[in-house]
Every structure is written in C-alpha cells, then in structure tokens.
C-alpha cells in the first residue's frame, strides 16, 4: 500500500523568498501525483498534478512540481512566495481510484 | 467547473443528537468521499462510495454511517454525536479515472458541545 510523507509540518519563509515543500511517497510503481492547497476555512483546491510525460508541472499562481521516480518524491516549490501563498498544502498519490494524503504542510509567510 | 457542495458551513450540534452532513454534487461522478481533518493529523477517510447504495468503510468509520440512495447526493450521518466528533468534515468526489484528482467541497465544520 502506498503511503505519503510530508516531512515539515510547518515551513516558515520570509515574503519574496523561494520556498520548497517536501513530498515523498513509497512505492515506485506507476502513479498519478498531485498537490492540493487548503486555503484558512475552506475546502482542499487541486494545484497541479503528475500523470506523465514531462516531469516538471506547473501551476497557473507560480508553484512548480517536479516528478523524480528513482527518489519517490513530487517537490513543490515556488521562487517567491506572496502573503497570499499562505496556506496547508497537501501532497497525494494514486492507489487504485483513490488518492492517498500526506499530513499536509503549512505555509507560513512572515512578512 | 464541478461543483461540490457541503449543506452547511458551520453546525453546533448537542451530544447525543442525530446530525446528518450533507453533500451535493453536480458533475455526474461514480465516486464519492467523506474525510475528517483534525489538527496535526491530516485527512481521514471515514467512508466513500463507488455507485449509489455502494458504501465502504475508510480508516475511521466507527460512530459514523452514510447513504447514497441518488448518484450526486452523500449523506454522512453521527448516529449519536459525541464531543471527540468535532471537527471538519470535507466530502469529495470524482468520476472513476483517478486522474482527474478529487473535486472537494467547502468544508462543514462540526462542534459537539
């Protein structure tokens, strides 16, 4: 069975600094990966997803992912990061036709 | 867009009361979710279903049920809410090809007082 670490709990980064969000997953198999964003009181919203092909995702706010097979991992990452940026964000893995979560991360911009 | 929609924003409820969640959605999808979100533990599934009257249990069903008797309705019941029941309840769904991700709603959050 699949599992998905998200190694911090927490990333505190300044405003306009680049920020990287960790996401590992364990079995090598062929998966689908994706990143959601949970925004203060409000739902999860899908930000970017691996299915295949080039293993760099992008999003349409700046966030980027990249798929690395021989590590199992689906980095999240973003050049500057924006007050609005704060946020939990959320690493998943395929598993059939379910998606396994990680803990999430949040997202914390100080100014 | 696909729309999911979660009945209630914010619910207090008494202990010992009957709660039914509700959720609604509009896209035509097989699958649908109901997950917990706690502090410092993420997402738990409690039960999910793959077609109408289809019901599975997740990782954490015990104190809840549902029912799914009509395709874009999911309905998360407390048969009898307890304090360790508050929290935020999030449904999903998703049409059975896994790739297009989950479609989330806005989320109920649930106090038992």
């Known amino acids: 069975a699949q599992s998905v670490t998200q190694l911090d709990s927490q990333v505190p980064v300044f405003e306009e600094a680049p920020v990287e969000l960790r996401c590992n997953y364990s079995?090598?198999?062929?998966?689908?990966l994706f990143w959601y964003v949970q925004y203060p009181n409000q739902g999860l919203q899908l930000l970017l997803k691996?299915?295949?092909?080039s293993t760099l995702v992008e999003s349409i706010n700046g966030f980027e992912a990249e798929f690395n097979k021989s590590q199992t991992s689906f980095h999240l990452r973003k050049p500057s990061v924006h007050i609005s940026d704060t946020a939990e964000y959320f690493c998943?893995?395929?598993?059939?036709?379910?998606?396994?979560w990680g803990a999430g991360t949040k997202l914390i911009i100080k100014p | 867009d696909v729309k999911v929609t979660q009945s209630s924003r914010y619910l207090v409820k008494r202990t010992g009361e009957k709660v039914f969640l509700e959720c609604v959605q509009d896209?035509?999808?097989?699958?649908m979710f109901w997950y917990r979100q706690d502090p410092g533990l993420g997402l738990r599934l409690i039960y999910f279903?793959?077609?109408?009257?289809?019901?599975e249990k997740g990782d954490i069903p015990e104190g809840y049920s549902v029912s799914r008797e009509k395709k874009e309705r999911f309905s998360l019941i407390l048969e009898s809410a307890s304090t360790n029941q508050t929290s935020m309840y999030l449904c999903?769904?998703?049409?059975?090809?896994?790739?297009?991700?989950?479609?989330f709603g806005s989320g109920t959050r649930l106090t038992v007082v």
């Open positions: 999903a769904s998703t049409p059975p090809t896994i790739n297009y991700g989950y479609t």
């Open positions: 896209m035509d999808h097989e699958n």
């Open positions: 279903s793959y077609d109408v009257k289809m019901k």
């Open positions: 079995s090598s198999v062929s998966v689908y």
């Open positions: 691996y299915l295949s092909g």
């Open positions: 998943a893995v395929s598993e059939n036709y379910q998606l396994i």
